[in-house]
Nanobody, 120 residues
């Protein structure tokens, strides 16, 4: 079993920066892509950014160069640096980790989410 835990959310003002962290632990030996989704009230969950083991990165259009996703030196750690935050970035941010073990069914593990609130 893999456990995904996020941290780093909080209440900030528009224009501020915030850094989210995520770690996948437990039987996390086949973790492949990791990334961040977010869900604002009454909206669908949307992809923010993802990073593959080889370093290939994808960002949502709304990031507009404000966010940076990276993997830590410790295995299965993930970060999201967010700058120039806007009120519309207010959401619960979820970390996910894709498990891709040979001969096993692929699985995606999710964290419990961390609240980011940006006041204008």
């Amino acid at each position: 079993q893999v456990r995904v835990v996020e941290s780093g959310g909080g209440l900030v003002q528009a224009g501020d920066s915030l850094r989210l962290s995520c770690v996948a632990s437990g039987d996390a030996i086949c973790i492949s892509v990791m990334g961040w989704y977010r869900q604002a009230p009454e909206k669908e969950r949307e992809l923010v950014a993802s990073i593959a083991p080889g370093g290939n990165i994808s960002y949502a259009d709304f990031v507009q160069g404000r966010f940076t996703i990276s993997r830590g030196n410790v295995k299965n750690t993930l970060y999201l640096e967010m700058h120039s935050l806007k009120s519309e970035d207010t959401a619960v941010y979820y970390c996910y980790a894709d498990e891709r073990c040979p001969l096993l069914i692929p699985r995606t593990y999710w964290g419990q989410g961390t609240q980011v609130t940006v006041s204008s």
